[in-house]
T-cell receptor, first 114, second 113 residues
């Protein structure tokens, strides 16, 4: 079965540090890729998405992600994190255009120290 | 627009009790979803409704039932709650077609003792 892996479960950074969160999936076919963020006590919000075209995707709040098909990866990056980026981040994938089946990774909990 | 709303926000049940979680969206979306969120496991799909009048099982449907009442509303029912159903439940919705992004409600935190 297709799966999504986020290898970093907890990440602690200081403000202004650079961020990269890993996301890998196990499928060689068509994928649509998403990063969601869940701030403490809030619901999931879409950070960015990749459907087709330029593999470098820019999202809200200075986040970006790069789709590398050969590595089955869609890593999330931010050059300089802020305390307000403290949240849990989820990578999610739609495999083979099965639009109703959004498969989530286990999440990465990011804490940014002021 | 309120987006996706869920009631209640919190609920405590005893083992064997039943309850229904309510979800509504005002975005005229076609598809609606119920997920559960457990630590370290991300979100897992319980049931979904691709369109009004249809429902389908997701990854973890056992112990749950759903009703797509109309285009706006999609409810999740636990007939006989078990401690393993302690979780945070999220409802989501989306328009038909690409790019498949879903919009989530605020969640219901359920504890079964």
């Amino acid at each position: 079965a297709q799966s999504v892996s986020q290898h970093n479960h907890h990440v602690i950074l200081s403000e202004a540090a650079s961020l990269e969160l890993g996301c890998n999936y196990s499928y060689g076919g068509t994928v649509n890729l998403f990063w969601y963020v869940q701030y403490p006590g809030q619901h999931l919000q879409l950070l960015l998405k990749y459907f087709s075209g330029d593999p470098l995707v820019k999202g809200i709040k200075g986040f970006e992600a790069e789709f590398i098909k050969s590595k089955f990866s869609f890593n999330l990056r931010k050059p300089s994190v802020q305390w307000s980026d403290t949240a849990e981040y989820f990578c999610a994938v739609v495999f083979n255009n099965a639009g109703n089946m959004l498969t989530f990774g286990g999440g990465t909990r990011l804490m940014v120290k002021p | 627009n309120a987006g996706v709303t869920q009631t209640p926000k919190f609920q405590v049940l005893k083992t064997g009790q039943s309850m229904t979680l309510q979800c509504a969206q005002d975005m005229n979306h076609n598809s609606m979803y119920w997920y559960r969120q457990d630590p370290g496991m991300g979100l897992r799909l319980i049931y979904y409704s691709a369109s009004e009048g249809t429902t389908d099982k997701g990854e973890v449907p056992n112990g749950y039932n759903v009703s797509r009442l109309n285009k706006r509303e999609f409810s999740l029912r636990l007939e006989s709650a078990a401690p393993s159903q302690t979780s945070v439940y999220f409802c989501a919705s989306r328009l038909a077609g690409v790019p498949y992004e879903q919009y989530f409600g605020p969640g219901t935190r359920l504890t079964v003792t």
